[in-house]
C-alpha cells in the first residue's frame, strides 16, 4: 500500500462534544452535567477538551454558562482545555478565565464565512489579527480553523492554494496551531490525503489538526488518509453528536469513540482509554435526551466477543 | 502517503441488496418490486447483482420466490446475475434458472459456521466439492466466500493463515474467484491491508472481492485500505440493508451508493451511474417499508451545492 506503513505510532485527540455537540442541542444542558462529562472525559487520556464557547448567550444559548463551566471544572494537568472565541469581547472572557487554548475559525469558502460569521474572509483576518494582539503576553496559545478546508456547500471545492493562503495567514499572526474543518462534510479521502500533504510540506512540523464529519458516511475514511499523511491530531465529538448548524443538511462529527476503536484497532496509539471513553458516551444519550449516532457503543468493541450459541 | 498513488483506476461493484438486504426484512417484498428494482440496478452499471438465494423458503420465507425472480428478470449483457447457494439442491435450482454464477459460503470461524450453516468447515468443504462436481461441463461460475475472514464474533480474530488456507480450499476445488467477507463488521483497516496483500502475493491475479459492513463505522475506512492494496471488486448493498442475521448484534452492509460517492469523490471510476443509483435507493424505503441507513442518501452528494442565502 503502503497505507499504515509510514503512518504515525501515536496520535492525539480533542473530543469537541461539550461545546460542539451541545451548542447544537435545543434543550439547555445543565451546567452541572457538563462539568461532570468534562472531568470524566479529562481522565479518559483525550489530548484536549473543547470545553465551551465564548459567544453571545444570545447567538448560543446552550453555552451561556461558558464561564461557570470554565471555572469550575477539574484542570487535568496534560490536558488542554480550548473555547471558542469568536471576537475581542470573547477572547478577554477566555483569559479571564484562563483557558489554555482559544479556537479561532473562519470559513475560506466566503459565502459560507458570510452566513456563519457574518463577515468576509479579509474582515475575519482582521478580527483574528485585534485578538491576537490581546493575546500577546499572556501564555494562552491559538488555534486558528481554516473551516471549509475540504468544500463550502455554497460555493464548493476549495483550491489547495486557498487552504494554503489561510494556513500562512494564521501563522504569520502567530497563531501556535491550525485546524483543518469538513465544516459540512464535504471532504473525501483522496482529498485529505492531497491537501494534508501540501500543508505539511508548506509548513514542516506545524502542529495540525482535522476536523472531519461523517455527513456522507466517509469520515472514518477520512481520518485514515490524514493518518497515511502523517497528521497526529484529531478532533471528533463522543457520541457523534453536534455538527455545523448553519450549514443546510449538515449533520454529525465524527464520533470519538469509533475514531479511537479504530485507530487502536490499527495499532495506533491514541492515549486514550476506549473503555473508560465508551463509558463516558454511554451517559451521554440521557444528558441529551435522545440517542446519538455511535456505533461502537451499539455494537461494543470488535474485540469484545459473544458468548458461543448452546447449538454449537 | 501513497494512500491512492497505486490504487486502481477502475473498481466494480457488486450490489447484494436484493438478496442480502431483503432476506432480513420480516415483511415480504413482493415479487414484483424485487423484479422492478433489480431490472433498474441491472442498468446503474454495477458489476454483479446477487439477486437471490436458493434456500429453503422455511429458512429465508422473503426469497421463495427464487426461481420466479431468477426467470423474469432483464438480463442485461456485462451484468454478472448471480445467487447464493448453500447445497446442491440449491446449485440444481440456480443452474436449472441459467444463472451466471453461484455464490458459496463458509465461515472460517468454526463456531460461526456451526450456529450459521450447521456445519464444521470440513463438512462444509465436502458439500462445495459435491456442489463444484454439479457445475462441471456448465458454463455456470462458482465464487467462494470466506466468512468472518477478519473475526469471528465467537472465536475472534483469525490467522491470516486460515484465510489463506480458505482461500487455497476454493482455488484448489476449482472456484473461480473469492470473496473475504467481514460478516459482523470486525475489520478494521490495517487488517484488511495485510490480509488482502497476503492473499494477493500468494494468489497473484486472483479475481478478489471485499465485503464489509459498517457495524463499528469502519466500513468504508476498510474499502479504502483494500483499494490502497490494489483490489478492485467491492460488495455492498443498496440503501445499507441488510446484514447478517445470525450474528448477535451485526447490523448493517455498506451502502452501495455511499461506496460509490466515495470511489468516485477520489477519481476511481465505478462503471456506476451514481444518480440513476440514488434513484433506486430513494425508493427502497417505500419497498421495505423503513429507513434505509445509506448518507448520500439523506445529505445529497458533495458536489450538489446548496443556494447562497439571500443574506449573504
Known amino acids: 500500500m503502503n497505507l499504515l506503513g509510514n503512518t504515525p505510532a501515536r496520535v492525539h485527540i480533542n473530543d469537541v462534544a461539550v461545546r460542539d455537540g451541545f451548542q447544537s442541542e435545543t434543550a439547555f444542558v445543565p451546567t452541572e452535567d457538563k462539568i461532570r462529562l468534562i472531568d470524566r472525559l479529562s481522565r479518559t487520556g483525550l489530548a484536549k477538551i473543547e470545553v465551551t464557547s465564548f459567544v453571545s448567550p444570545k447567538a448560543i444559548p446552550n453555552l451561556r454558562d461558558a464561564e461557570e463551566v470554565m471555572r469550575r471544572i477539574e484542570r487535568r494537568p496534560g490536558v488542554v482545555y480550548v473555547a471558542l472565541v469568536p471576537n475581542e469581547r470573547g477572547c478577554e472572557r477566555a483569559i479571564a478565565c484562563g483557558v489554555d487554548e482559544i479556537n479561532l475559525v473562519m470559513s475560506i469558502g466566503e459565502t459560507h464565512n458570510l452566513a456563519n460569521m457574518r463577515m468576509t474572509c479579509a474582515q475575519s483576518l482582521e478580527q483574528f489579527r485585534r485578538v491576537m494582539a490581546l493575546t500577546r503576553g499572556s501564555p494562552l496559545r491559538v488555534n486558528g480553523t481554516v473551516a471549509t478546508a475540504f468544500g463550502c456547500p455554497f460555493d464548493g471545492d476549495q483550491p489547495k492554494e486557498r487552504v494554503l493562503w489561510a494556513v500562512g495567514q494564521y501563522l504569520s499572526m502567530g497563531m501556535h496551531s491550525v485546524t483543518l474543518a469538513d465544516t459540512t462534510g464535504m471532504a473525501h479521502p483522496q482529498q485529505v490525503a492531497e491537501v494534508s500533504r501540501a500543508v505539511l510540506q508548506a509548513y ?10 461523517n455527513t456522507r458516511g466517509m469520515g472514518l ?33 465524527i464520533c470519538t469513540e469509533d475514531l479511537v476503536h479504530m485507530f487502536e484497532s490499527c495499532g495506533v496509539d491514541t492515549g486514550v482509554d476506549l473503555d ?7 451517559d451521554l444519550p440521557a444528558i441529551v435526551g435522545h440517542e446519538v449516532p455511535g456505533q461502537v457503543l451499539r455494537a461494543g468493541k470488535r474485540t469484545e466477543l459473544h458468548a458461543r450459541p448452546a447449538a454449537a
Open 204 to 213: 514542516p512540523g506545524l502542529p495540525l489538526t482535522l476536523h472531519f464529519h
Open 221 to 253: 475514511a477520512n481520518a485514515l488518509a490524514g493518518l497515511s499523511e502523517g497528521v497526529v491530531s484529531y478532533d471528533a465529538s463522543l457520541g457523534g453528536i453536534g455538527g455545523c448548524p448553519y450549514a443546510p443538511g449538515a449533520t454529525g462529527n
Open 276 to 282: 473508560a471513553l465508551l463509558g463516558c458516551a454511554r
